[in-house]
């Protein structure tokens, strides 16, 4: 085991956060009772807004960045883990409250982990990841929700060339929905199709401000925008249909009425990935393992080393990022 390894720390310098490189020792890390070597991690808007400094994402400094990591186990004081066992890590306040993935080596409490499944290899899920899982999340609450598996009307997905809406297509798709994407960026128009959709609607369109009712259009929705995008949504979705919403790229605000809701019946459903109980990964993860093409997710995959992560960062919060990117944090 290797004395001195890298990682991206998040650390205060006047006043604000900024992200680099440092050397640390297994004595630098948390007390926590599993140490884990880290192989991959992966990057999601939430590690754009912590890394590029962007978005006050980490509530305490020093803080190793990264809100996934996937690895395997080298020592643990808990029953439930043991060496060489192979483990995923999505959330739990991880580069928020926590140390989190984009490093060799992390300690983490058991209670965080969830094994690997074996449909899956270590690069797979981060290639997945929180954004991958999100989405998995985002179709079990809509199908719980029951108004829409056997409907045959469009389900629109939003931010739809991100991490989030690639893997919701894909899903979608697999599992017969007729998939609508909503993006600004034409060039990724063949991208999507390749994933599944078979509609497309400007993002500008969604953008611009709306009536509190309009034309039903949806019988559910993936929403990672937020704002005023998502009351288009909500205002465009018919009668006891459902929009999962689990982001805010384009903002935490929600400039709607509550006549959807009480008109037509719409239901607006949260989706809360980082502290989800192992009951709901556990289906999501299922959801994934069921459903999710392995050709169209290295489609939409591509490998990056830990070293490019500052350049990474500044893109997808610029909306550069197409798809998903996986963290080689051994590079």
């Not at 809509?142 to 939003?158: M, N, P």
């Not at 509609?199 to 559910?220: N, P």
Request: hydrophobic residues 45%.
């Amino acid at each position: 085991m290797t004395e001195h390894f890298r990682a991206l720390v998040i650390d205060d310098s006047d006043g604000k956060p900024v992200a680099g490189f440092r050397d640390l020792t297994l004595a630098d890390l948390p007390n926590h009772d599993v140490l884990v070597e880290v192989l991959f991690s992966t990057l999601n808007y939430k590690d754009g807004l912590a890394v590029s400094g962007k978005g006050r994402i980490a509530r305490r400094l020093p803080m190793v960045a990264g809100v996934d990591l996937a690895g395997i186990v080298v020592e643990s004081r808990n029953p439930d883990w043991k060496p060489d066992d192979k483990v995923v890590v999505n959330g739990w306040g991880m580069s928020e409250t926590e140390w989190g993935g984009y490093t060799r080596f992390q300690r983490l409490k058991p209670e965080w982990l969830t094994r690997l499944p074996e449909t899956f290899t270590l690069e797979e899920s981060m290639a997945i990841g929180t954004a991958g899982y999100t989405a998995a999340l985002a179709i079990e609450a809509l199908e719980a929700w029951g108004k829409i598996k056997s409907d045959k009307r469009e389900i629109l997905v939003t931010g739809a060339a991100g991490g989030v809406g690639s893997v919701a297509i894909s899903l979608l798709a697999a599992r017969g929905y007729k998939v609508t994407a909503s993006t600004g960026r034409p060039e990724t128009l063949t991208y999507l199709s390749g994933l599944g959709a078979t509609g497309f609607v400007d993002r500008a369109e969604l953008a611009a401000k709306g009536g509190a009712l309009q034309k039903e259009r949806w019988v559910g929705a993936i929403d990672s925008v937020g704002s005023t995008t998502l009351a288009n949504v909500l205002a465009q979705t018919f009668q006891s249909g459902a929009v999962a919403a689990c982001g805010l790229a384009g903002g935490a605000d929600l400039p709607a009425t509550v006549m959807p809701h009480i008109l037509r019946g719409v239901a607006l459903l949260g989706i809360n990935s980082v502290t989800a109980p192992h009951a709901e990964r556990d289906r999501a993860w299922a959801i994934l393992a069921e459903s999710l093409d392995r050709q169209r997710l290295a489609a939409m995959t591509t490998i990056e080393p830990l070293s490019n992560l500052p350049q990474l960062a500044e893109d997808i919060v610029a909306g550069k990022i197409r798809g998903r990117v996986v963290v080689d944090v051994t590079k």
